[in-house]
């Protein structure tokens, strides 16, 4: 029998529902996600560490779960929001339903919410806290939200996944299986290594070039790694994605700063600057590089998002590093710009490892 559930914003407001997944109260800052599709993807994606979700689409678990879209190994959310709930799936590939799903990965959700109303109140007053509970929690917004997750869902020990072709490193944050799964199809051999390696051991793996995966957080968690992270892309070809992005940017000293509320879902415009062309993109994150810190001498914008005009990628004047904020493996999403990973992974194999001089 489902249980009444409640979720308390810090601002105030209770939204009532009833209980579902995993039977424990949660806290974490809730955000909302556009996408049409893909919840599954959606809650098993490392970037989410901590957050809870609120699915805008109205109606969630109709395809149910299938063995294949896991974007990890174990969930890292900290909740999830929903409007109606389907408990009948119906697909040739679904195992399970999303509710048992969440049951699973001792993740806690709330159906019958009236997500409309709740997006409204994130986008009125900027993303906000949450308690999800089978009691209403007036007296918990003082609690503090652990902020530095990316030590939590990073690899904690190297990982090698070979083919025949260039060598990535891909530093992991956070990553997404579809991010090593879209090298893999490009026939690269990738070494997964974690968020905190040096320059000196991924120097020592003798790689063609090195991806910096997305993951959770404010990217400023990650200062005194900026000047690992500086070396490395400037001794080798080198691509960041979401928080990779961000990290790179910081690296050549810009700066970043929270977003209200925050990119996340499958239908984000965004123009290619050198040929007016609109990509439509998958996004997930809070945090965006600010303008006015970029040094033009140093990055050219690339791209930028057609709806509030902030920076969606950037390319070095010098060397080879590329960034986009926005997720080219999709998953899910449109595959607009999956032609990044494929220009990445063709310049590294025709460059081979390249070392620069270190300014």
């Known amino acids: 029998m489902l249980k009444h559930g409640y979720l308390t914003l810090e601002s105030g407001e209770v939204f009532e529902g009833v209980l579902i997944g995993a039977e424990k ?3 974490g800052e809730v955000v909302f996600n556009t996408s049409m599709t893909g919840y599954q993807e959606i809650i098993t994606d490392p ?3 901590g957050q809870i979700i609120t699915f805008c689409y109205p109606i969630i678990g109709s395809y149910g779960i299938n063995a294949l879209d896991d974007e990890s190994i ?28 969440l049951k699973q990965a001792r993740v806690p959700g709330i159906a019958g919410v009236d997500t409309r109303r709740l997006v409204k109140t994130i986008r ?7 308690y ?10 003082t609690t503090e939200i652990p902020s530095f997750w990316v030590e939590k869902v990073s690899t904690k020990k190297t990982q090698f996944f070979n083919n025949r072709g260039p060598h990535v490193v891909l530093i992991d944050f956070g990553y997404k299986k579809s991010i090593l799964n879209a090298l893999l199809t490009e026939n690269c051999s990738v070494t997964l290594v974690p968020y905190n390696t040096s320059f000196e051991k991924i120097k020592a793996l003798n790689p063609d070039g090195v991806l910096l995966s997305n993951g959770p957080g404010d990217p400023m ?35 970043t700063e929270k977003l209200s509320y925050g990119h996340r879902g499958g239908n984000h415009p965004v123009k290619e600057i050198i040929t007016g062309k609109v990509k439509i993109t998958a996004q997930n994150h809070g945090y965006v590089v600010v303008d006015e810190s970029i040094d033009t001498n140093v990055f050219a914008v690339t791209y930028r998002n057609v709806n509030d005009k902030s920076i969606e990628g950037l390319k070095h004047q010098i060397y080879p590093i590329q960034t986009v904020q926005f997720h080219p493996e999709a998953h899910p999403g ?6 990044i990973l494929t220009d ?9 490892e390249t070392v620069y001089a270190v300014k």
């Open 25 to 27: 109260d949660s806290f």
């Open 47 to 49: 970037s989410y560490a």
């Open 74 to 101: 174990t969930p890292a959310l900290a909740g999830v929001i929903i409007g109606d709930l389907c408990e009948t799936p119906s697909h040739y590939q679904s195992i399970s339903k999303f509710s048992e799903k």
């Open 124 to 130: 009125s007053r900027g993303t906000v806290k949450g």
């Open 132 to 141: 999800l509970s089978n009691t209403k929690n007036l007296n918990y917004s």
């Open 221 to 255: 968690e990650l200062k005194k790694w900026f000047p690992e992270i500086k070396k490395i892309s400037q001794h080798y070809p080198t691509l960041g994605i979401c928080l990779g992005h961000q990290l790179i940017a910081l690296a050549y000293g810009a700066k």
């Open 334 to 339: 449109p595959s607009d710009t999956e032609y």
């Open 344 to 352: 990445f992974v063709s310049q590294i194999a025709s460059v081979g």
